[in-house]
């Protein structure tokens, strides 16, 4: 069994995107991260805050219709929606340059064996006991997974 890396709860969407923001840190082209939680969770939010810390060009809003979103920065983000996607090799059939992109997967549970065996996997949850701000976020490294310096 993994165990966290980062448990932790969030009071309001900025301190989302700080986090996003944190763990775009921690990994560079060619990494991926997994983020699963309910509707209105905060994965695009946290998704924005990786976004301006790579200074990608473009918003970061959410891939819902269009299944992924590539921005320009330093590295690139590769933003992807995988709520309808049945397989990894759906994604491959995008010809995504993931290996010079950092790769956040939202609602990639299902597909996570086939995306990368070396990937930040990150929980957010909304709950009855948390503020209707707060969210409580797991992050868990996966398959070796080690934050660059």
């Not at 946290?46 to 060009?57: P, W």
Request: proline share 3%; hydrophobic share 40%.
């Amino acid at each position: 069994m993994t165990s966290p890396m980062r448990d932790v709860i969030v009071n309001s969407a900025s301190e989302m995107e700080a986090l996003g923001a944190e763990v775009a840190t921690w990994v560079g082209a060619g990494d991926v991260i997994l983020l699963s939680g309910p509707l209105g969770a905060g994965k695009t939010t946290f998704t924005r805050g990786v976004g301006r810390a790579l200074d990608v060009s473009g918003a970061i809003t959410s891939p819902t219709f269009v299944i992924a979103r590539e921005h320009a920065g330093s590295p690139n983000l590769i933003h992807v929606d995988a709520y309808r996607v049945g397989s990894a090799w759906e994604l491959e059939d995008l010809d995504l340059d993931t290996d010079n992109a950092v790769t956040v997967v939202e609602w990639g549970t299902q597909i996570a064996h086939g995306l990368s065996d070396r990937r930040l996997e990150i929980t957010i949850e909304r709950g009855e006991e948390l503020g209707d701000d707060q969210r409580h976020v797991v992050i868990t490294a996966v398959g070796g997974f080690s934050p660059k310096a």
